[in-house]
């Protein structure tokens, strides 16, 4: 296609995250064809808010478009994503890659085996921060990034107690493959994605399957405890095979306060930021005089992260190139650290990830 056609797209999965995609689509000048949804009320609310079709049969949308974005519970990921890939269409598949690794395995699989691009949505990259980081970081201003600190952990942010969220069998997991999953790949990203080799973490479920779990509102609906099998928090600790690493706490509700911070320590430099709040700061030496310790405080603007994904997948559908962003390689990356804290929790040890190594089979 002619990169000044617009990019006909189709979203598959009309919850709410295919609405804040198809929300963005036409800013971005592309073209919703339609969507398709295996619930009929999901159907509806989508054409009578858009104006477009929407389906029950995949293939009926594949018929009339470029690209799709796919945004199923994690379990439906592989079904629709290689689908579409067979079929030669470019897909952008919201995060995780898949519920496991298995499937993750078999998605990355179909799209080497496809001329199709799949693109993975961590849209955190996009975010002005981390692009200032990353900035910095290409001019070597931190010399070798030697660590990571990642948070991202709510006080009470559970999404919906007895939804697919909180089911091991569609999600895969709870808050480690939901929003862990976000600041595993920052970490890596930061790291320039290191071979990993060794990982190390506990995961936990210690609120959502309370009758009396205390919140000020949640994001879906609170069907209740008895519909919640997964994880609530996790810690974990990461090691490179060139000895870089990754301290990681994750949790949907905790006792402690809400921490989106971020610090990176390079052997030049260093920095923090805030997810939420976007304050950067870096943390730098002076060689000469009397100011060694300098700290340099930015104030970034919050930014439409997947506006800016979006973008970038539209840009590599018109052109043809396939970015080196969010690959499903790095995907696929993601989640076999993932894979490998709920193993490390489920055996209690540390877990071995050297070149060669055997997946892991599916814990129950």
């Known amino acids: 296609m002619t990169s000044d056609t617009p990019v006909r797209v189709g979203v598959v999965g009309l919850g709410n995250i295919g609405h804040y995609h198809a929300d963005r689509l036409t800013d971005l000048g592309a073209t919703l064809v339609g969507g398709m949804d295996i619930q009929a009320d999901a159907r509806r609310r989508f054409a009578e ?19 799709v974005i796919v ?26 890659l898949a519920h496991n690794l298995e499937s ?19 849209n955190n990259r996009f975010a002005n921060p981390v692009q200032v980081i990353k900035s910095y970081q290409r001019d070597g201003e931190f010399g070798e990034m030697q660590h990571v600190e990642a948070n991202y952990v709510r006080r009470r942010g559970i999404p919906g107690r007895g939804s697919w969220f909180t089911s091991k069998d569609i999600a895969g997991g709870g808050a480690l493959i939901d929003i862990g999953v976000h600041a595993i ?50 810690s974990a600790f990461i090691r490179s ?34 997810r939420a709040s976007h304050e950067l700061t870096l943390y730098e030496t002076g060689k000469d005089g009397t ?27 018109a052109s043809g190139n396939h970015p080196e962003r969010n690959t499903v390689e790095q995907g696929l990356a993601v989640q076999r650290v993932i894979d490998a804290i709920y193993r490390s929790s489920a055996e209690g040890k540390a877990i071995r990830l050297d070149a060669g190594s055997e997946a892991a089979p599916e814990l129950d």
Request: net charge negative.
């Open 71 to 96: 945004t199923t519970p994690n379990r439906f990921h592989e079904e629709y994503a290689v689908a579409a890939l067979d079929a030669g269409i470019d897909v952008l598949l919201e995060k995780p």
């Open 49 to 67: 808010k858009y104006g477009v079709e929407a389906y029950d049969d995949k293939y009926e949308l594949f018929d009339d478009v470029d690209a």
């Open 104 to 122: 993750a395995e078999r998605i990355a699989a179909a799209a080497e085996a496809s001329e199709a691009l799949c693109m993975v949505g961590f």
């Open 291 to 317: 100011d060694h310790l300098r700290d340099t405080d930015i104030q970034t603007q919050a930014n439409d992260t997947h506006k800016s994904e979006q973008r970038l997948f539209l840009e590599a559908v």
């Open 185 to 234: 790949d920052l970490a890596l990203y930061f790291l320039d994605f290191p071979e990993i080799v060794e990982v190390s973490g506990v995961t936990r479920s210690q609120f959502g399957n309370q009758d009396d779990y205390a919140f000020v509102e949640m994001w879906g609906e609170d069907i209740g405890p008895e519909g919640f099998d997964v994880d609530d928090s996790a």
């Open 241 to 274: 095979a060139d000895g870089q690493t990754i301290s990681l706490e994750v949790a949907w509700a905790t006792n402690r306060p809400t921490n989106d911070e971020f610090v990176l320590r390079g052997s030049e430099a260093g920095a923090r930021f805030d």
